[in-house]
């Protein structure tokens, strides 16, 4: 294949051989299909720095195969120590919560996402695990995307590990998305 100036301004002339047909037969093709058929993205937030750069992976992923991102914040339901003899109002509180996650989930939205892809946000209360898990499943979720903070030690031992249980137990395939590590999302 020989590519020639042409008359006119930005454009060239390409003669070809009989053995280049192949190859424009190619570049005129659709690319081959993705063997991959992701169409829900669950993203579990805690509004980290480790959380919001798990959501930078999720993005292109869900752009390129097309889908859906649910944003998922977990309320912690709270040790009622006391009961109600602390004059706490727990379920006013656990409604303060729900809603300022849901305020945070949404300008995450906003700011993030920037409508690239389809999004919703969607609040829970109750154990983390227990709930990423659910949502997972009645979505039902082609991929979780959940960042984990890497403890180790008695931190990981006090503190648990969301993801590593995640992991173990989640119904789809999950990608973890580490504090520090060998970046492959540009920006």
Known sequence: MKA?????????????????ESLLGAAGS?????????????????????AK????????????????????????RPNYVGGEYTGLDY?????????AADKQLCALVVDEVRAL??????VRTGLPVVEILDVARTLPADLIV?????????KHVLLGSVAEDVV?????????????????VAG
Do not use: M, W
Request: charged letters at 25%; glycine letters at 4%; hydrophobic letters at 40%.
């Open 117 to 122: 892809v389809p999004a919703k946000t969607l």
């Open 53 to 76: 750069k798990a959501l930078q992976y999720a993005i292109p992923l869900a752009r390129q195969h097309q889908a859906a991102l649910t944003l998922l914040y977990v309320v912690p």
């Open 30 to 50: 659709k690319p081959a299909a993705s063997l991959f058929r992701l169409k829900k993205i669950l993203v579990p937030i805690d509004f980290s720095d480790c």
């Open 168 to 184: 173990r137990r989640a119904p789809c395939p999950v990608l973890v998305v580490r504090e520090h590590e060998h970046e492959f």
């Open 91 to 99: 379920a006013r509180l656990e409604a303060d919560q729900s809603a």
């Open 4 to 20: 020639k100036p042409s008359t006119h301004p930005g454009e060239v002339v390409l003669e070809i051989n009989r053995g280049d």
């Open 146 to 154: 959940i960042s984990t903070h890497g403890r180790t030690g008695l």
